[in-house]
């Protein structure tokens, strides 16, 4: 604890505020959210994503996951992401994006993904803010720098205390600030794929202790591993703040403009000898963020606490994506001349899609916690409000390449450069959308947390939440069949109702029922006519309405310590989401063609378990966890090359039963992290992820047989329904130097494991060598997981102020 917290907690004690009050002071003071204190051995937390007096950890009905600043920094990564897919249970991700600044992470089944399309379900908040973007509750894991991150907790389950989109969890970050990061420090790393990483960041503390301040910035450029995929990082965050006995507000500013290159899914056997290859170019991100928070806490009373946050956010997206063209009919060319008779769009191999997302948000949430017995037991009552503002405009074109007198038998060569990126585009930009969204959110919610004697506990939440909805459509009339404009309204209220029995204070055994929701977002309500399915990201079409998705969630558990340098955790929970929405893919072209629709109910289901422990100087983390996610409707969808498929229409179709799996979600997996004291300057450490096989997109009745599929006339054993479990070993160590200096190097996938993170069946009008074919064909598009790499750096710690040492 810095001189000016023992400072403020002496200042307390004279004044004879209680002891769990100067601890929550403290403790808010320093990390501002969910995670609050390790005293001894109990863990005060927040229940909400704002500060509050906190609630031992023991007594709360839920499994919770804490990683503490000391986590963080002895495990580098280039996103907080990677942090919880090394370590935290439950968690999975696959690579859709091809990006690591893009990764696609999934919780107990539930995603929160970058990438617009996936089912989202979990809600991520920075400092009290939900940072989902507004245009498809996508999470952009590159926005939030790595370095300005003190703390992180991931909340299971349908909590509704957290608002919209918490459908199977939600995951809390508290950002440092200068009163706990004092000092000057540079640093830099360089290694494989071309990686430059630089970070400068300079923190300290007023000379009186009421201010306190930090600034830093991060530049990250890297060539990628594989072929055309470069990338470019910079972020910036700064905090300050003022404190006093009571009060403590500080304001923050969170600022990216990265420009990422992600190359996803590309045949199997296209990838060739280095699983390097792409399938087309390019495919090209760029972000850019300001964010701006105001955060606040003060004590009324003793026992009475107020806080709060408002928020203004600027989010755009700008894409660029070379692809085949879905809409490419070879019937549109006469059969002597070989020239196109048709329209330039059915006759061009390849196309150039554009967008351009613009979001503004702006918001508040306010609460008042309330730590007053009631008859004569503890008890904790908090009562808040939300409101959230969101705009967003976004603008799609597509080009296409001129045709012109090209013969059928020449447009590939002319069509598609050396980087298989549409050439010889027309002069012309065709606008397919050019869209309006608005969405207001207001919220009101309470949890109460009775203890009715020392070993029972009862938690009570509920939150009523109201979204409205509005699109307004540029391009086509109001009224006409292809308008998206339309006004949408959701209301809901979430209960949530936990018990918790704590015979020993080493021992809790919990239970809880929670129910939260999401309401669809403005591009879901965009893309959901099946008549006119669009191309995410970059067009919709007239829709019929979606229902809103509800989730309800039973979980269970114990946690306990075996010692004091021992922790174990074990957890099961059922979550049952009713009008799932799913993008229901209407085409097997690379292009996925599709729209949104609510697809009845799907299940996750599953067990988590966690031991970690210290021996001398030997730590280790280790979990496993099983997750059965399958379907609880019946559902028909399209895939011509699933081998399963039945013809219908133009189409071919498969039927997802209940009971079949939901693609994408590996059953079982197991994360170890030991770590190693040599010296006390000298730590080594590694950690081992394993998932098993996974079903692929558009196996979703599970029937798949690759060796008899629709790849190819004969079969084709590279068109696989599954992809197989992998196992990856990765390698740290740290070394202090001393003098401020310290060193530090990281190797992931140390045994070069061969392996694929996602796939899906799907088409391709190129050939296995790479040529451009008028004749398209069935494969299994996966996206291979990254070898073996490198990078090593050095980081110098100087200054601070003086009343910090």
């Not at 399915?533 to 509800?550: F, H, R």
């Not at 060796?707 to 590279?718: A, H, I, K, L, R």
Request: glycine share 10%; aromatic share 10%; proline share 4%.
């Amino acid at each position: 604890m810095s001189h000016h917290l023992q400072y403020v907690w002496t200042n307390l004690m004279k004044l004879k505020i209680s002891a769990i009050v100067a601890l929550a002071l403290a403790s808010s003071a320093s990390l501002g959210a969910a995670e609050k204190m390790t005293t001894g051995t109990i863990n005060v937390i927040s229940t909400t994503p704002l500060p509050s007096i906190g609630l031992p950890l023991n007594i709360i009905p839920a499994n919770i996951q804490i990683f503490d600043s000391k986590d963080l920094r002895n495990q580098p990564g280039v996103t907080f992401a990677d942090q919880l897919m090394n370590n935290a249970q439950g968690i999975t991700f696959n690579e859709i994006q091809g990006n690591p600044w893009q990764p696609d992470v999934s919780f107990r089944g539930f995603s929160a993904s970058p990438l617009a399309g996936t089912p989202q379900g979990m809600s991520v908040f920075v400092d009290g803010v939900r940072v989902n973007e507004p245009f498809g509750d996508t999470v952009h894991w590159d926005l939030v720098p790595n370095f300005a991150i003190q703390g992180m907790q991931v909340v299971p389950g349908s909590n509704p205390v957290y608002g919209l989109n918490t459908l199977g969890g939600a995951i809390a970050l508290q950002t440092k600030d200068g009163r706990n990061n004092q000092g000057a420090a540079l640093e830099a790393e360089a290694g494989s794929w071309g990686r430059k990483r630089a970070l400068a960041q300079f923190g300290g503390v007023s000379k009186d202790g009421s201010v306190d301040y930090f600034l830093g910035t991060q530049h990250t450029t890297e060539d990628g591993w594989r072929k055309y995929s470069p990338s470019h990082i910079n972020q910036t965050f700064g905090k300050i703040g003022w404190q006093n006995e009571k009060t403590k507000i500080n304001l923050s500013y969170m600022g990216a403009y990265n420009n990422m290159t992600g190359n996803g899914l590309t045949p199997i056997d296209m990838l060739g000898g280095n699983r390097d290859d792409i399938h087309t170019s390019p495919d090209v991100t760029k972000n850019y963020l300001n964010h701006f928070a105001l955060n606040g806490s003060h004590w009324l009373s003793n026992d009475v606490m107020l806080s709060g946050n408002a928020y203004y956010r600027t989010s755009n997206r700008n894409t660029l994506n070379g692809d085949a063209n879905d809409d490419f009919d070879d019937g549109q060319f006469n059969e002597d001349t070989e020239l196109c008779t048709g329209e330039n769009d059915d006759c061009s191999p390849g196309v150039m899609n554009r967008s351009r997302l613009k979001s503004r948000s702006l918001g508040f949430n306010m609460q008042a916690a309330f730590n007053q017995p009631i008859w004569n037991m503890k008890n904790q009552f908090i009562a808040g409000v939300g409101y959230d503002l969101q705009r967003t405009k976004f603008y799609q074109t597509e080009q296409f390449t001129n045709v012109g007198s090209t013969e059928l038998d020449d447009l590939g060569a002319f069509g598609f450069d050396s980087r298989r990126s549409p050439a010889n585009l027309d002069d012309d930009r065709e606008t397919t959308v050019n869209l309006g969204g608005r969405s207001r959110t207001a919220s009101i919610f309470a949890t109460d947390t009775l203890s009715i004697n020392q070993y029972w506990h009862v938690t009570a939440s509920a939150r009523y939440n109201h979204t409205k909805v509005k699109n307004r459509d540029h391009l086509n009339p109001s009224g006409s069949d292809e308008s998206l404009s339309g006004d949408h309204n959701f209301n809901r209220v979430n209960p949530s109702l936990g018990l918790t029995f704590t015979p020993t204070e080493t021992l809790s055994v919990f239970g809880s029922y929670s129910e939260s929701n999401r309401a669809p977002t403005s591009i879901e309500l965009g893309c959901a006519n099946p008549e006119v399915p669009c191309k995410l990201p970059n067009a919709m079409a007239s829709d019929p309405p979606l229902n809103q998705v509800v989730a309800k969630t039973y979980d269970a558990g114990l946690r306990g310590k075996i010692s004091d340098n021992f922790k174990w955790n074990a957890s099961v929970y059922r979550t049952m989401n009713h009008d799932d929405i799913h993008f229901i893919n209407s085409s097997t072209q690379s292009g996925a063609l599709g729209y949104f629709d609510n697809v009845g109910r799907t299940k996750r289901q599953g067990l988590d378990l966690g031991l970690s422990g210290t021996i001398d100087k030997f730590f280790f983390r280790a979990g496993y966890s099983f997750i059965s996610a399958k379907y609880d409707s019946d559902l028909t969808l399209i895939n011509e090359i699933n081998s399963e498929s039945i013809e219908e229409g133009d189409g071919a179709i498969i039927n997802a039963r209940k009971g079949n799996y939901l693609a994408g979600i590996p059953k079982h997996q197991f994360k170890l992290r030991a770590q190693y004291e040599i010296t006390p300057q000298w730590l080594v450490g590694s950690n081992v992820v394993y998932y098993a096989k996974q079903f692929v997109q558009g196996n979703e009745n599970n029937a798949h047989n690759g060796s008899t599929s629709n790849c190819t006339e004969d079969g084709n054993v590279q068109c696989p329904g599954k992809l197989s479990g992998y196992a990856v070993v990765n390698l740290d160590t740290q070394y202090n130097v001393g003098q401020g200096w310290r060193v530090f190097a990281k190797a992931v996938n140390i045994f070069d494991k061969d392996y694929y993170t996602g796939g899906r069946l799907a088409e391709t009008m190129f050939t296995p060598a790479g040529a451009w074919s008028p004749d398209d064909r069935g494969v299994t598009a996966v996206v291979p997981g990254a070898p073996r790499a490198a990078w090593i750096g050095v980081r110098y710690e100087f200054g601070g102020a003086p009343e910090a040492k």
